[in-house]
């Protein structure tokens, strides 16, 4: 009898990445329930609960490989492992309202620093009015494992999926982007330079809004509200968690579409940019590939544009194209570029090292000034 685990027989998962693996273990599901109204393939699965729809949504946090303690505080881990999940739902133009939270730890943690941990998440979910309603603890023999599942509501008319949007839409942006990035890079420049010499202080002056977009993200369930106080209901929808360029090609695969991006209305905060130049990176390139910025990516039709004009979180960076696979970002010199997936993936050898590496350049792309976003330093 051949041995099924044979060397030939098996594949790398780097060969086919996070969303490859997705693919394969989930291409022959087929949903039973009439209740189960949309499952795999958006930030949230939508299930019918009667009077409204129910959105549910699960995120796992590895140490290691999602956050490092060596500079990040377990309040911060405990607040950004709820508010990644809220912005899930808010990607769903919906409203958060439970969540339920799994953890497991080594015995290298204290009940103080769990303590600590959870301190973090309630004031997240106090923050945006949800409750935290059970959960599951247990062991780990290699440090610390959070799993969050967010449970949201939202009328029929009003929940947004990503592969829903029309040739000739407007491309979207809430926020600034790449400031995270940015953050992340500043952090392990720091831990390295502690690794190499403990008696050093690490040197964080003038990075606070950067590092804050890094350690303490928020969901943009204010740019949900901001809409629907508009009357817009937008076309098709994702949060930024694996980079622009990679969420924008989401939409369009799933609308079956192309898009246009304009490289001088993408929003980059001052920080972000003089940072970006300071570590020897296109500013571009930062905003349209580094991840954990949590801003929405969304599309309206041409028609709404006069609704959201004069919102200064808003930014229209492109819009959506006929020509089905055609992916572009328009240069500040007019050139025409291919889009590429290059942000985050959880399993492709150039991303395996997140924590400490940079995201792929895009050729030829002029580095670009400013454009939209906040002034530097300045949270939400």
């Given at each position: ?22 693919e ?5 599901i ?33 140490e ?12 911060h ?14 990607a769903?133009n ?38 935290l ?9 290699s440090?610390m ?18 592969n829903?949007?029309h ?9 600034d ?6 953050g ?8 390295q ?44 929808m ?46 571009t390139t ?76 895009t ?18």
């Open positions: 009898m051949d041995n099924m685990f044979e060397e030939n027989s098996r594949t790398p998962l780097e060969s086919v990445g996070e969303f490859g693996l997705i394969r273990l989930t291409q022959n087929k949903l039973k329930n009439k209740s189960s109204r949309y499952g795999v393939g958006d930030d949230a699965a939508i299930i019918d609960a009667g009077n409204r729809l129910q959105l549910v949504s699960k995120d796992l946090l590895i290691g490989v999602h956050f490092d303690l060596t500079y990040a505080p377990l309040k881990v405990g607040y950004k492992a709820i508010a990644s999940n809220l912005s899930d739902i808010a769903m919906g409203k958060p309202e439970q969540v339920l939270v799994g953890l497991a730890v080594s015995s290298r943690f204290t009940v103080e620093a769990i303590e600590e941990l959870y301190a973090g998440m309630y004031l997240c979910c106090d923050r945006y009015g949800v409750d309603v059970g959960g599951d603890t247990t062991s780990s023999v440090g494992c959070i799993s969050v599942t967010v449970l949201g509501y939202g009328d029929e008319k009003e929940i947004v999926k990503r829903t949007a040739a000739n839409d407007l491309v979207c942006v809430s926020g982007l790449g400031a995270a990035y940015m992340l890079l500043i952090l392990e420049r720091e831990k330079v502690f690794l190499k010499d403990p008696n050093m202080q690490p040197d964080f002056v003038g990075y606070d809004y950067i590092l804050e977009r890094q350690l303490k993200p928020e969901p943009r369930l204010d740019i949900v509200k901001l809409l629907k106080e508009k009357g817009v209901v937008p076309t098709a994702m949060d930024i968690s694996d980079g622009l360029a990679s969420e924008i090609i989401h939409i369009s695969k799933g609308s079956r579409l192309g898009c246009s991006l304009y490289e001088e209305k993408l929003p980059i905060d001052t920080q972000t940019y003089e940072t970006a130049m300071e570590l020897g990176l296109v500013p930062v905003a349209l590939n580094g991840g954990e910025d949590y801003e929405l990516l969304f599309t309206i039709r041409q028609a709404d544009y006069e609704k959201i004009k004069d919102l200064k979180e808003v930014h229209v960076v492109g819009y959506m194209t006929e020509d089905e696979g055609d992916y572009a970002l328009i240069t500040n010199d007019r050139k025409k570029l291919a889009l590429h997936a290059q942000g985050w993936d959880a399993y492709r050898k150039r991303n395996t090292e997140k924590m400490n590496g940079a995201p792929a350049e050729e030829n792309v002029t580095p670009s000034k400013k454009s939209g976003g906040k002034t530097a330093g300045k949270g939400k």
